[in-house]
């Protein structure tokens, strides 16, 4: 296995087109040795957009992307193939897959829909959250280990297990050298809400997520990617950490995510 090497400002290192090398920053939170899931959502939604860069504008706009996590992801180079399953002009249905030594690790799909002025119609029923300066500093690191969590600023309100509200930001880009979409960096912090709101504590629970979807009815922009997020357990070992996302002008979409509950070995 190729480890992460550092970088001081970037998750990612292009090495060719559609390959990239993860930075120590990318390190996983139950797994050191393997990469965080959030950097990785951002950048394959950093890939598609340099898909769809490559041909017109589209006129379209990213409405829903679900990620299926199929395994372990390494700290080791990665390629992204996307393509597009079901072309249109007002609704295109896009694909890509994450390969690392040549084994799909992530297949995500990304609904692309029409953009049109329904202004006059805006409205949503979930009301803003404090913004992050009324929130408190979290140090993330004293629960979670990782590169990634070393990497991000987070503000938290007072959490009750299965309930918190958080604002995370990051300093450093998704790919070294290059610009990243709003879309993109906004992703590329929302998988941490599995995180930020636990029921137990991961010292004696596991609890990883295998899925992200994110649907989206208004275009998010940075820097802070806002998660007001519940967390359920069941009783057969499955639970679901579901987020109303936010940035800074309010709410923007929702994000679920699926989750494996047992307890940690040895603990």
């Not at 589209?58 to 390629?79: F, K, N, Q």
Request: one cysteine or more; aromatic letters at 6%.
């Amino acid at each position: 296995m190729t480890t992460g090497t550092v970088a001081p400002d970037s998750y990612y290192q292009r090495t060719d087109e559609h390959r990239y090398k993860p930075t120590a920053h990318a390190g996983g939170a139950w797994n050191t040795d393997e990469q965080h899931f959030s950097p990785l959502a951002g950048l394959v939604a950093h890939a598609i957009d340099r898909f769809r860069a490559a041909r017109a504008d589209d006129g379209l706009a990213l409405a829903r992307i679900s990620y299926d996590i199929l395994g372990p992801i390494a700290l080791d180079e990665c390629e992204i193939r996307v393509e597009s399953v079901r072309p249109g002009r007002t609704i295109e249905l896009l694909e890509a897959v994450v390969l690392i030594a040549d084994r799909a690790v992530v297949r995500a799909r990304a609904w692309l829909l029409a953009v049109a002025d329904t202004g006059a119609v805006a409205d949503s029923p979930h009301e803003r959250v404090a913004p992050p300066e009324a929130v408190a500093p979290w140090n993330m690191g004293e629960q979670w280990d990782g590169g990634y969590v070393s990497s991000i600023e987070v503000r938290r309100s007072a959490a009750r297990p299965g309930r918190s509200l958080a604002w995370i930001s990051s300093r450093m880009s998704l790919v070294a050298g290059e610009p990243s979409s709003p879309l993109a960096s906004y992703l590329a912090l929302v998988d941490t809400a599995n995180g930020i709101a636990v029921q137990q504590q991961p010292t004696a629970w596991m609890f990883p997520n295998l899925d992200l979807t994110v649907h989206l009815h208004r275009q998010p922009r940075g820097p802070w990617t806002g998660l007001d997020t519940t967390v359920s357990f069941g009783p057969a070992g499955h639970g679901r950490t579901s987020s109303v996302l936010h940035d800074l002008d309010g709410p923007v979409g929702h994000a679920e995510q699926i989750l494996t509950v047992r307890p940690l070995p040895g603990a």
